[in-house]
């Protein structure tokens, strides 16, 4: 009887395996999509039910930019794009974690092109060797994202000096919010809670996989029910709120600077200015440096406006102010003339619109107002493919705004069913600050070339809100002056080795 019972039993164990793969085709064949827990455009990197976590010693390529060149990205065992580093600290070292999005990640260049690389490179120059930058930036990342990485991983570090360099994604439009969207996953247990052979059976095993997704699959259904709800309404949401925003970054500022720390504040927004004063307000609050790349890009483009201004025969007629600088007095109070040129390999099939963040703007619906090249309405040479408008507005604001020449009137050509609302948000936006004139001021805008940017050459292409090597280099030269000028002394706070 024990022999048979003995039998039996190893029969038993042996057979789960084979059953295991019969059963694979099965389970595999009607399983679920994968939630979109993090971002979309960088899932590859991700671990897929761990939130906001890099792969660890995970290496990545895909074609470049240019299309002709290999991008190659690689992860420590941390899941840092950087080589191999100690949790405890080299005394005598001045140790700077960068916490961020795509733009400290290096997205789209060589690690060694990243700002955060070459910002070490900076500060070490003449061999003191004294700084060490880590960079703990990861693609998609928002506020949330980096106070959860935080809390997790980057203090324990135990860096001197703390760089937050955010703003891109936060203010990107989705269905859900990015807060929403974690409660969710915490709700419903749909986070990484699994460790060792446990996750290696859930992983490998058709009978482990049954398991996850039958567990999973309430919570998965009422996120999907939340989203198709918001999707009939026509719902979008920031994914980090302006108040959160300023609330979460306080937090992590805050606490890394009660333990003695300094920090740097950076706004990595190229794409609008719909978060500047978040930032601008939080800086100021707790007396620390803030960097917006965007005025610095801005600043540091200007010289194409010149540059195009005499390609467009523009610079000696005086009839065109072409510098964007530049004031004349009439007989109008706040009254704005928006000019943009379109290129011959541009076709304009009726006409072009402008958009902002004002009603006479189409408060910020996609063509609804319109422009003209006809001598009209403040166009000042017809049929020179420069269209123009001129507004007057009762009140000087600061305006935000942007031209497109295609699409359904007041849609800005989302699919109905698209998670983000992605060409609204990656869409370059200008910006115009009233005149600081009396009465009776116009301001003329440069001439902007429809689709491009005055810092294009700063950019991998110009349609991307990511630095290229230029561009990285610029950003490293203007956060290594910023470290100078405060003189950090080595070995303070956290990186005196205390830990919390």
């Known amino acids: ?22 059963l694979r085709p099965l389970v595999e064949g009607n399983k679920s999509e994968s939630l979109i827990i993090n971002p979309a455009e960088f899932a590859e990197l991700y671990q897929p039910d761990a939130y906001g976590s890099l792969l660890p010693g995970w290496v990545w390529e895909s074609p470049g930019p240019s299309g002709d060149e290999t991008l190659r990205i690689e992860t420590n065992r941390y899941g840092m794009r950087m080589g191999d580093v100690q949790l405890e600290k080299t005394p005598g070292t001045i140790r700077v974690a960068v916490v961020g999005d795509s733009l400290p990640f290096g997205w789209g260049v060589p690690r060694e092109q990243s700002f955060p690389a070459v910002l070490e490179m900076l500060l070490n120059a003449g061999g003191a060797g004294r700084y060490e930058v880590l960079n703990f930036a990861a693609p998609g990342y928002t506020a949330i994202h980096a106070l959860h990485q935080y809390e997790n991983l980057v203090h324990h570090f135990q860096p001197d000096i703390l760089i937050l360099a955010l703003g891109l994604y936060d203010s990107f439009e989705s269905r859900l919010s990015e807060r929403e969207l974690l409660n969710f996953l915490q709700e419903y247990s749909l986070l990484e809670t699994v460790d060792g052979w446990i996750k290696f059976w859930r992983d490998h095993s058709a009978m482990g996989m049954w398991w996850r997704h039958h567990r999973s699959r309430a919570g998965r259904e009422a996120i999907e029910e939340e989203i198709a709800n918001r999707v009939a309404r026509g719902t979008w949401v920031d994914k980090v709120s302006h108040e959160e925003l300023i609330e979460t970054l306080e937090f992590i500022l805050r606490h890394h600077l009660a333990q003695g720390g300094q920090a740097v504040l950076v706004n990595t927004n190229l794409l609008n200015f719909n978060r500047t004063s978040a930032f601008e307000k939080l800086a100021t609050q707790l007396d620390v440096p803030l960097l917006d790349i965007r005025a610095l ?5 200007q010289f194409e406006e010149r540059r195009k201004s005499f390609a467009l025969s523009l610079a000696k007629n005086e009839n065109y102010e072409t510098d964007g600088f530049n004031h004349f007095y009439a007989e109008a109070n706040s009254t704005y003339l928006f000019r943009v040129y379109v290129p011959e390999s541009l076709a304009v099939a009726s006409t072009v619109f402008i958009t902002g963040n004002h009603p006479l703007l189409g408060d910020s619906r996609p063509n609804l107002v319109r422009m003209y090249d006809d001598g009209t309405h403040g166009d000042e040479r017809a049929f020179d493919r420069i269209w123009s408008l001129r507004l007057h507005f009762d009140e000087p604001k600061t305006l935000y705004f942007t031209f497109t020449q295609d699409g359904m009137e007041g849609d800005w050509g989302t699919e109905p069913d698209a998670y983000e609302n992605t060409r609204k948000n990656h869409t370059f936006l200008y910006q115009v600050s009233p005149p600081d004139f009396a009465d009776a001021v116009e301001w003329k805008s440069p001439v902007f070339i429809l689709n491009r940017i005055p810092f294009a050459h700063l950019l991998l292409n110009e349609s991307s809100p990511f630095p290229n ?3 990285h280099k610029a950003i490293a030269r203007r956060l290594a002056h910023i470290l100078q000028e405060r003189k950090p002394a080595p070995a303070i706070g956290l990186g005196a080795g205390g830990k919390n």
């Open 1 to 22: 009887m024990n022999r048979r019972l003995g039998i039996l039993i190893v029969l038993g164990i042996l057979g789960i395996p084979i059953v295991d793969v019969l």
């Open 297 to 301: 890009f801005d600043r540091l483009g």
């Open 469 to 471: 090597e230029l561009g």
